[in-house]
Nanobody
Framework: QVQLVESGGGSVQTGGSLTLSCVAS???????AGWFRQFPGKEREFVAS?????????YYADSVKGRFTVSRFNSKNTVYLQMNNLKPEDTAVYYC???????????WGQGTQVTVSS
């Protein structure tokens, strides 16, 4: 069982930056990690992911490429999402996810609200 706790959300103006953190209750080096977001009334959508290793392969949704950066520090059991040049359409609840590539188990955080005003 892995518990994930996100932090770092908040309110910023267009063009601003935020860094989200996701801290795991235990070692996460066996898990691929990702960030998802959910708009009101919509399904959760993929934002970014990183493979098991610090400095591992990263993937991004087209809508955030060049603006968001996902990273992880397994020694700190933490995954980050650096968000730059934020836009009002980035306003959503952001969730951290850990997925075990072998057994498929998935764990989610509780979410953190990001609000971008124009």
């Amino acid at each position: 069982q892995v518990q994930l706790v996100e932090s770092g959300g908040g309110s910023v103006q267009t063009g601003g930056s935020l860094t989200l953190s996701c801290v795991a209750s235990g070692a996460i080096d066996a898990y691929a990690a990702g960030w998802f977001r959910q708009f009101p009334g919509k399904e959760r959508e993929f934002v970014a992911s990183i493979s098991r290793y610090s400095g591992g392969s990263t993937y991004y949704a087209d809508s955030v490429k060049g603006r968001f950066t996902v990273s992880r520090f397994n020694s700190k059991n933490t995954v980050y999402l650096q968000m730059n040049n934020l836009k009002p359409e980035d306003t959503a609840v952001y969730y951290c996810r850990a997925r075990h590539p072998m057994n498929g188990r998935v764990y989610w955080g509780q979410g953190t609200q990001v609000t971008v005003s124009s």
